[in-house]
């Protein structure tokens, strides 16, 4: 995506610091395209809500240009911007009844009264809350507030909504079924959505694109498939799903490939991706369910059984493999492996494609 | 044991008598243990609110209710002048002054209360009905008295000790506050009063009260204002501050009751007199003449500005309290779904924060309403309150069923305001923290 042309809303070399001393927000450049589910991902303080506050005006970028639809809009103040917003504590209006809540916005741009009584009906009906629109928000379990929060903020038609971290404070099951529910809505609509998470099982089966935060800085952005599969560094590698690390020293280039010696001397092959030449440290990144034991014969690393964990469908064995004492296999419950036992020793393999040699971090 | 458990229903450390019912470890049935056991709890709890509840009641209680008590007793002239009381109930103020049977029983009477010399006392209070009758009942001594020839009848003789004795009024006044109990008091404080003839209004240059109460609440409904529009912003402030700040502010805000009441008085006293600081400025400056100098002391803006400042803090808190536990969230969340600043906060931020303007507005206003240093010292004579009116009738006229009966209907006031208040903003709606 050529993020400078067509991007709807574009971060163009944006830095924040509340206290004039340390960057919250570095450097950060990303383009968003219209229709587009974005999702900004990283641990806490990593500096995802002061972004989406910038964009919806409550702070302001210390340096840089925010545009939307090609406009600056570091001058237009909150209310002119026409963004929606969805608040981790929903921020529903106590003293107001759920309709209100939703006549609120199309209130104060002055519509019709029957114009409002029409779309707040429509907005409720598209989230199921249409029984529900005389009640006080204390009066609705989390979720259903969570529902009239999300068409609160729909309910008067913004191109953009920017939600941050949503779901947050719903247990496990209703997480999972707002995240389809807000995924359908989002399809629904076309609306262009930013969306804020630290969970990245939410971001991975929501998202068009994932931004990888860390540190105010953007590690990775990439559609969920390739975050997963192709990390680009370490972080990002550990961060997004269960990874296996081992530390190695580059010992040639070969192509696409490098040749690696690891701590204990011996040798393998892994992708290069982001990683340094020859003699210069590298960490390898490897998915657990690419790991498998070697064949007779076969390039394998050795490696001790530390721990066996039955999952039904399949295995966890922790090992202890060239120094790594967490380094985690996943063994299909197939009959060949039951014979495996804590303390036993075996020969690990991989493909040198799934072995991906990052920063050394 | 693990199968004594197995094959009986009862465990072996589980006693019950031969009723079913269980047993506690002393074999005593368990409800009645429980009941036992609740009950020392119960006292224990008693015991540690009773030093305090003694005091309320000795301290509070008690003096409400004699104050009550107070503003309707009158047993001193049925108490004083027993038999002419009785004497003149037949009595009718109509026919002219009275016969010959109610001197004697007066002269009786008096002759005791002269000997007690509790007469004057009588007077004194009768006084307060109709003026004339201190001196009366003083002029008729015990000497006077036993000058009297009982062969004679008497009425010439008290008319030629005082010719009022010869009229119908002392006695009509007599009669009309011999009860026990009286409602006089009340209509007195209410510019009303009890006359032979029944309830009438005071004579106009003699209304007071109806005035000075609605002055309280004018006042006090000022100040309360005054406080919410000089709070408001502040409290706002406070709640939206880092912490560090919001407690440097909040000491500033808490001065006030660091100094002692009449220092901060008297400061007003020097800042706003025509002489004083205030003045000075405005004059320097050039905007007020030296001949037009202000006059904000010894009147109702004395009043007004010396009660604002001292009674602020009790409206900052709650309302600062109450803004505490507003998220910044609804601000934000209003303004993006497209309010101005003054829409988001009319429309969101002011509605919840109405219990903490309850809150700060009740207790200024109850404690305006029965303020008295500050009035007495900076209010003038437009500018007293009802409450400075009571202690001149506790401590100077002695009248203290007149000024029991005007705390009575300023208790009353109170309640009813309260209870408008709950009933148009509602009492749970109030919130102190
Ligand atoms: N209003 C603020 N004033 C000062 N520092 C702030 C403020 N808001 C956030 N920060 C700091 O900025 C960093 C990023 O915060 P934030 O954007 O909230 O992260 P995230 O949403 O990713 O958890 C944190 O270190 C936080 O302490
Ligand atoms: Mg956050």
Not at chain 1, 92 to 107: D, G, I, R, S, Y
Not at chain 2, 45 to 70: G, K, Q, T
């Given at each position: 995506?050529?993020?400078?042309?067509?991007?709807?809303?574009e971060?163009?070399?944006?830095?924040?610091s509340y206290?004039?001393e340390?960057?919250?927000?570095?450097?950060l450049n990303?383009?968003i395209?219209?229709?587009?589910?974005l999702?900004?991902l990283?641990p806490?303080?990593?500096?995802?809500?002061?972004?989406?506050m910038?964009?919806a005006?409550?702070?302001?970028?210390?340096?840089?240009d925010i545009?939307?639809d090609?406009?600056p809009?570091?001058?237009?103040p909150p209310h002119k911007?026409?963004i929606?917003?969805?608040?981790?504590?929903?921020a529903l209006?106590?003293?107001?009844?759920?309709a209100?809540?939703?006549?609120f916005p199309l209130q104060?741009?002055?519509?019709?009264k029957?114009e409002?009584e029409?779309?707040v009906?429509?907005?409720?009906?598209?989230?199921?809350?249409g029984?529900?629109?005389?009640?006080?928000p204390?009066?609705?379990?989390?979720?259903?507030?969570?529902?009239?929060a999300?068409a609160?903020?729909l309910?008067?038609?913004?191109?953009l909504v920017?939600m941050?971290?949503?779901?947050?404070?719903?247990?496990k099951?209703?997480?999972e079924?707002?995240?389809?529910?807000?995924k359908?809505?989002h399809?629904?609509?076309?609306?262009?959505?930013?969306?804020?998470?630290h969970?990245?099982s939410e971001?991975?089966t929501?998202?068009d694109?994932?931004a990888?935060?860390?540190d105010?800085?953007?590690?990775?952005l990439?559609?969920?498939?390739?975050l997963?599969?192709?990390p680009?560094n370490?972080?990002v590698?550990q961060?997004?799903?269960e990874n296996n690390?081992?530390d190695?020293?580059?010992?040639?280039?070969?192509g696409?490939?490098?040749?690696?010696?690891?701590?204990?001397?011996?040798?393998?092959q892994?992708?290069?991706v982001n990683c340094?030449?020859?003699g210069e440290k590298t960490?390898?990144?490897l998915?657990?369910e690419?790991?498998?034991?070697a064949?007779?014969?076969?390039?394998g690393v050795?490696?001790k059984?530390?721990?066996?964990?039955y999952l039904?469908?399949?295995?966890r064995?922790?090992?202890q493999?060239l120094g790594n004492n967490?380094?985690?296999?996943?063994v299909?419950n197939a009959?060949?492996?039951?014979t495996?036992?804590?303390?036993?020793t075996?020969?690990?393999?991989w493909?040198a494609?799934?072995?991906?040699?990052?920063?050394a971090? | 044991?693990?199968?004594a458990t197995?094959?009986?229903?009862i465990a072996p450390?589980?006693?019950?008598?031969?009723?079913?019912?269980?047993l506690?470890?002393?074999?005593?049935?368990l409800?009645?243990?429980?009941r036992?056991?609740?009950?020392r709890?119960?006292?224990r709890?008693?015991?540690?609110?009773a030093p305090?509840?003694?005091?309320v009641?000795?301290?509070?209680i008690?003096?409400i209710a004699?104050m009550?008590?107070r503003s309707?007793?009158?047993e001193?002239?049925a108490d004083?002048?027993p038999?002419?009381?009785e004497?003149?109930?037949a009595?009718?103020?109509?026919?002219g002054?009275?016969?010959?049977?109610?001197y004697?029983?007066?002269?009786?009477?008096?002759?005791?209360a002269?000997?007690?010399?509790?007469?004057?006392r009588?007077?004194?209070?009768l006084?307060?009905e109709?003026?004339?009758?201190s001196s009366?009942f003083?002029k008729?001594?015990e000497r006077?008295?036993?000058?009297?020839?009982?062969?004679?009848?008497?009425?010439?003789?008290?008319?030629?000790?005082?010719k009022d004795?010869?009229?119908v009024?002392p006695?009509?006044?007599?009669k009309t506050?011999a009860?026990?109990?009286t409602?006089?008091y009340f209509?007195?404080a209410?510019?009303m009063?009890?006359?032979p003839?029944?309830?009438?209004?005071?004579?106009e240059f003699e209304q007071i009260?109806?005035?000075?109460?609605?002055r309280?609440?004018l006042?006090?409904c000022?100040?309360?204002?005054?406080?919410?529009?000089?709070g408001y912003?502040?409290a706002?402030l406070?709640?939206?501050?880092?912490?560090?700040?919001?407690n440097?502010l909040?000491i500033?805000v808490l001065?006030?009751?660091?100094?002692?009441?009449?220092?901060?008085?008297s400061a007003?006293k020097?800042l706003?007199?025509e002489?004083?600081?205030?003045?000075d400025?405005?004059v320097y400056?050039g905007?007020?003449?030296?001949?037009?100098?202000l006059?904000?002391?010894?009147n109702q803006t004395?009043?007004?500005?010396?009660m604002?400042h001292?009674l602020?803090?009790?409206?900052?808190?709650?309302?600062?309290s109450v803004?505490?536990t507003?998220?910044p969230s609804?601000?934000?969340a209003?303004?993006?779904?497209?309010a101005?600043?003054w829409?988001?906060f009319w429309r969101?931020?002011?509605?919840?924060?109405v219990?903490?303007?309850?809150?700060?507005?009740i207790?200024?206003f109850?404690?305006?309403i029965?303020?008295y240093?500050t009035?007495e010292?900076v209010g003038g004579?437009?500018?007293t309150?009802?409450?400075?009116?009571?202690?001149?009738?506790?401590?100077?006229?002695?009248?203290?069923?007149?000024a029991a009966a005007l705390g009575?209907?300023?208790?009353?006031l109170?309640l009813?305001?309260y209870?408008l208040y709950?009933?148009?903003?509602?009492?749970?709606?109030?919130?102190l923290?």
């Amino acid at each position: 995506m050529n993020a400078s042309n067509d991007a709807f809303v574009e971060f163009d070399r944006v830095q924040k610091s509340y206290d004039g001393e340390t960057l919250v927000v570095k450097d950060l450049n990303l383009g968003i395209g219209k229709g587009e589910f974005l999702t900004m991902l990283g641990p806490s303080g990593s500096g995802k809500t002061t972004c989406l506050m910038m964009l919806a005006g409550f702070e302001t970028a210390t340096h840089g240009d925010i545009r939307l639809d090609g406009r600056p809009i570091n001058s237009v103040p909150p209310h002119k911007r026409g963004i929606g917003m969805v608040f981790q504590n929903y921020a529903l209006f106590p003293h107001m009844t759920v309709a209100e809540n939703l006549a609120f916005p199309l209130q104060v741009r002055k519509m019709g009264k029957d114009e409002i009584e029409t779309r707040v009906k429509r907005a409720l009906d598209m989230v199921q809350m249409g029984d529900f629109g005389g009640r006080r928000p204390a009066q609705l379990s989390g979720g259903q507030q969570q529902r009239v929060a999300v068409a609160r903020a729909l309910v008067f038609d913004p191109e953009l909504v920017l939600m941050d971290e949503p779901l947050g404070a719903l247990d496990k099951q209703l997480r999972e079924q707002m995240q389809f529910e807000i995924k359908h809505i989002h399809e629904q609509l076309g609306v262009t959505v930013v969306y804020v998470t630290h969970d990245q099982s939410e971001a991975l089966t929501m998202s068009d694109r994932i931004a990888v935060f860390n540190d105010g800085r953007i590690q990775q952005l990439a559609p969920p498939p390739d975050l997963y599969e192709r990390p680009e560094n370490s972080f990002v590698a550990q961060f997004i799903g269960e990874n296996n690390t081992l530390d190695a020293t580059i010992a040639e280039r070969d192509g696409e490939f490098v040749k690696v010696e690891f701590v204990d001397g011996s040798t393998g092959q892994a992708l290069a991706v982001n990683c340094g030449g020859p003699g210069e440290k590298t960490r390898l990144s490897l998915r657990p369910e690419r790991v498998t034991f070697a064949q007779p014969g076969e390039w394998g690393v050795a490696g001790k059984v530390k721990e066996l964990i039955y999952l039904g469908d399949h295995i966890r064995v922790r090992m202890q493999v060239l120094g790594n004492n967490d380094f985690v296999v996943k063994v299909p419950n197939a009959s060949r492996h039951a014979t495996l036992s804590v303390g036993e020793t075996a020969s690990l393999s991989w493909v040198a494609e799934d072995c991906r040699a990052l920063d050394a971090a | 044991m693990a199968e004594a458990t197995a094959n009986g229903d009862i465990a072996p450390d589980e006693h019950r008598s031969a009723s079913g019912q269980l047993l506690a470890a002393d074999g005593t049935p368990l409800k009645k243990s429980i009941r036992r056991s609740e009950a020392r709890a119960r006292l224990r709890a008693f015991l540690l609110v009773a030093p305090l509840l003694i005091f309320v009641l000795l301290s509070f209680i008690a003096p409400i209710a004699d104050m009550l008590f107070r503003s309707v007793e009158n047993e001193i002239v049925a108490d004083t002048l027993p038999r002419t009381v009785e004497a003149l109930d037949a009595w009718d103020p109509q026919t002219g002054p009275p016969p010959e049977p109610v001197y004697r029983a007066f002269y009786d009477d008096m002759l005791e209360a002269t000997e007690l010399k509790i007469h004057t006392r009588l007077g004194s209070r009768l006084n307060y009905e109709e003026s004339g009758m201190s001196s009366l009942f003083r002029k008729t001594n015990e000497r006077r008295l036993e000058r009297f020839d009982l062969d004679q009848p008497l009425q010439p003789q008290f008319v030629d000790l005082d010719k009022d004795w010869g009229e119908v009024e002392p006695w009509a006044v007599i009669k009309t506050f011999a009860p026990r109990y009286t409602w006089g008091y009340f209509l007195q404080a209410a510019d009303m009063r009890l006359t032979p003839g029944g309830v009438e209004m005071a004579p106009e240059f003699e209304q007071i009260y109806l005035k000075l109460f609605w002055r309280t609440i004018l006042l006090s409904c000022t100040i309360t204002l005054s406080c919410l529009l000089l709070g408001y912003p502040v409290a706002w402030l406070l709640s939206n501050l880092p912490a560090r700040s919001a407690n440097l502010l909040m000491i500033l805000v808490l001065l006030p009751f660091w100094t002692s009441l009449l220092v901060r008085t008297s400061a007003w006293k020097v800042l706003l007199q025509e002489q004083g600081v205030i003045n000075d400025i405005l004059v320097y400056i050039g905007i007020v003449s030296d001949a037009g100098r202000l006059v904000m002391i010894n009147n109702q803006t004395g009043t007004i500005i010396a009660m604002t400042h001292i009674l602020l803090p009790f409206m900052v808190l709650p309302l600062y309290s109450v803004m505490k536990t507003i998220p910044p969230s609804y601000l934000r969340a209003a303004k993006s779904l497209g309010a101005t600043d003054w829409t988001a906060f009319w429309r969101v931020y002011f509605p919840q924060s109405v219990p903490g303007i309850g809150a700060g507005a009740i207790l200024v206003f109850i404690l305006a309403i029965g303020y008295y240093i500050t009035p007495e010292l900076v209010g003038g004579t437009d500018g007293t309150f009802i409450s400075n009116r009571i202690a001149f009738h506790i401590s100077t006229s002695l009248n203290w069923g007149l000024a029991a009966a005007l705390g009575s209907l300023l208790l009353i006031l109170v309640l009813g305001l309260y209870w408008l208040y709950d009933r148009i903003v509602g009492i749970d709606n109030v919130k102190l923290g």
